[in-house]
């Protein structure tokens, strides 16, 4: 009998421990949802047009600090949201964001980017990787062949702008994930490694 309290006992905490776990990729989304439309009414440069991506800032950091499955579900999450709220076709954003995710979860894996000092550059790459993909993918509907290097110069700025404000920003992110990530024990180490090779 007290086999079996031993027992429910330990599936209740694994159940809260995976829940705290999750913590950060739920305010993650939070943050995603409220940032998509926040980067509609954002103001742009006068003479270029370009602005901050601020939810292709998240997902670069969502990939960054979160496990691939978690990451890739946010991007698809954040990508669908932007495509909802926007005119046109279901599916270029979701792509655009999937594939940006992608591209900074292998850069992270294969280059051990762990430092925050690496994700000004991560998210510019993943800005230009959102925005190109989406622009390819919007002229490829309309069977448009020829591409604008006004466009492209306008995704480098926007990819600039957006590693200059991931300077400031990423510390926050830095400092709130240092708040809701549940410090896990040494013993647990390798089911975290087992966890984030999934």
């Known amino acids: 009998m007290a086999a079996d309290g031993i027992k429910l006992r330990s599936v209740g905490a694994g159940i809260l421990e995976k829940l705290l776990r999750a913590i950060p990729a739920f305010f993650c989304l939070l943050?995603?949802?409220?940032?998509?439309?926040l980067q509609m009414i954002l103001p742009s440069l006068p003479l270029t047009f370009a602005k901050p991506d601020l939810p292709a800032m998240l997902?670069?950091?969502?990939?960054?600090?979160?496990?691939?499955?978690?990451?890739?579900?946010?991007?698809?999450?954040?990508?669908?949201?932007?495509?909802?709220?926007?005119?046109?076709?279901?599916?270029?954003?979701?792509?655009?964001?999937?594939?940006?995710?992608?591209?900074?979860?292998?850069?992270?894996?294969?280059l051990s980017l762990r430092s925050i000092w690496f994700f000004p550059g991560?998210?510019?790459?993943?800005?230009?990787?959102?925005?190109?993909?989406?622009?390819?993918?919007?002229?490829l509907e309309h069977r448009q062949w020829l591409w604008s290097a006004t466009a492209w110069g306008g995704f480098a700025i926007a990819s600039l702008l957006t590693a200059i404000v991931a300077l400031p920003v990423g510390w926050l992110f830095e400092w709130s994930w240092g708040l809701l990530r549940p410090n896990a024990s040494p013993a647990k180490g390798d089911d975290l490694l087992e966890i984030e090779l999934l």
């Open 59 to 110: 997902i670069a950091y969502a990939a960054m600090r979160l496990p691939l499955i978690p990451s890739f579900g946010l991007a698809a999450a954040a990508g669908l949201w932007r495509d909802l709220l926007t005119a046109g076709h279901l599916g270029p954003c979701l792509l655009a964001f999937t594939l940006g995710c992608i591209l900074v979860s292998v850069l992270r894996q294969s």
């Open 31 to 37: 943050f995603c949802v409220v940032a998509v439309p």
């Open 122 to 139: 991560t998210a510019a790459l993943a800005t230009f990787v959102i925005l190109g993909t989406a622009y390819i993918v919007h002229l």
